[in-house]
Every structure is written in structure tokens, then in C-alpha cells.
């Protein structure tokens, strides 16, 4: 990490799922913005704080919400690789710390991935990606009256449980889990009909939990 360099922060993308590397450098005092190279859209801000540190500003690609981290100086000082979540549903936003370490664990996890799923073309990296668009897509659809519960009512929430999505339906219960491994199923998931999705009543709680 260079002198001028604060700390370097790697978020993923809350539209595409892409993920970056923004180094923050140590004398800039205005709120800075880094849009996606990708999909153009914003990827994060930051302030640099005298004698306070780091106020990072992300939006979490799952659920939406705006999210706040304070880094001191002296924490900063210390951080070689630290994981960034969402406080409300845990799901990982990025990381922060050095750019050396941070590039080894990307490199790492897309290895390691590779040497335990040899049967699937996508790296976890393009698969958070395809997810998050899912997500997105299907935020879209339900907005536009394109994706709704056999019920009829619009009022679904979308998550993401292990590699699949999740639809839930608030105002009968009904919920649908919809796999998202091939390009077949998101395909599904961003085109398909929904009155042929499997809704369910109630989703097992040993598959919420994987």
C-alpha cells in the first residue's frame, strides 16, 4: 500500500454485482463518488475525516439499504483484510484493507472455487454477479406488474438463500425459492412465467438456513 494511500476498499456493485477495487488516498478531504465501469452505477462514496478516519457509504445489492462504516485511523493503521456487511441481512457488500491483500483473496477465492465446483464454468466472482442482476431483474418485474404471486398480489420481497432466489409473497405467505446455478435458470427467473413458478406455502426452515 502506498504512503498516499489510506486503505483500499473492494465493493461489489449493488446493480451488476461487479467487483472493484478503489484505493483511498490519504489527503483527499471532500466526499469522493466511484461509479461502476460496468453499469455506470454509483458503487460507492467516501469521506476522508481529519483526526476522525474513514466514512464509508455502500448500498446493499440484497436489500437496499444504505449503509454507514467508521473507520478510525488507528483501526485503519491495523486492517491488512476485513470482510464489509450489511447489518440487516449479513450479506457481504466488500472488502477493506491493503490492495495487495485484498487482490490475493480475490484471486484465492476464484481458485479455490474452481478446485471444489471443477463442474461449473462460473467463477463465484461472475455467480454473485448473475445473482445480483436476478435480484435486480426481478425487483424490476415486480414494479412493473410482470412478476406476481398466484394470488395476484405484487407485494413480494426478493432474496438471495445460498445459490438461489427467493420470492415471498407478504400478503398471503406463499414463497418460492428458484435456483440460479445455470444460465438456463436465470434465464427463468428474469423471462419465465411466474404463474409457473413452484410457490409454496411455507419454505422448510433447514433450507432457509443453508
Not at 467487483?19 to 460496468?38: A, G, H, L, Q
Not at 454473485?128 to 435480484?135: I, R, S
Not at 414494479?143 to 420481497?157: E, F, K, N, Q, V
Request: net charge negative; charged share 25%; proline share 5%.
Amino acid at each position: 500500500m502506498l504512503l498516499e494511500t489510506l486503505c483500499s476498499v473492494a465493493v461489489y456493485c449493488p446493480r451488476c454485482g461487479r467487483v472493484e477495487i478503489t484505493d483511498i488516498p490519504v489527503f483527499e478531504k471532500n466526499r469522493r463518488v466511484r461509479y461502476c465501469k460496468n453499469c455506470g452505477n454509483p458503487l460507492l462514496s467516501w469521506e476522508v475525516r481529519p483526526r476522525k478516519g474513514l466514512l464509508l457509504l455502500l448500498t446493499c445489492g440484497l436489500c437496499g439499504a444504505a449503509i454507514q462504516k467508521m473507520f478510525s485511523l488507528h483501526q485503519l493503521h491495523k486492517i491488512h483484510f476485513e470482510k464489509l456487511y450489511c447489518e440487516k441481512d449479513r450479506f457481504e457488500l466488500g472488502y477493506i484493507g491493503r490492495w495487495q491483500d485484498i487482490a490475493e483473496f480475490l484471486d484465492f477465492n476464484e481458485a479455490e472455487y474452481d478446485a471444489l465446483h471443477p463442474e461449473e464454468d462460473a467463477d463465484p466472482l461472475e455467480h454473485q454477479q448473475a445473482l445480483l442482476e436476478a435480484v435486480n431483474r426481478a425487483h424490476e418485474r415486480i414494479l412493473l406488474g410482470d412478476l406476481s404471486c398466484p394470488c395476484g398480489s405484487t407485494a413480494i420481497t426478493v432474496g438471495i438463500v445460498g445459490h438461489s432466489v427467493l420470492l415471498e409473497c407478504t400478503d398471503c405467505g406463499s414463497s418460492c425459492l428458484l435456483p440460479a446455478r445455470t444460465g438456463k435458470d436465470l434465464q427463468r427467473i428474469l423471462h419465465g412465467d411466474a404463474r409457473h413458478f413452484p410457490w409454496k406455502q411455507e419454505l422448510p426452515l433447514d433450507m432457509l438456513r443453508k
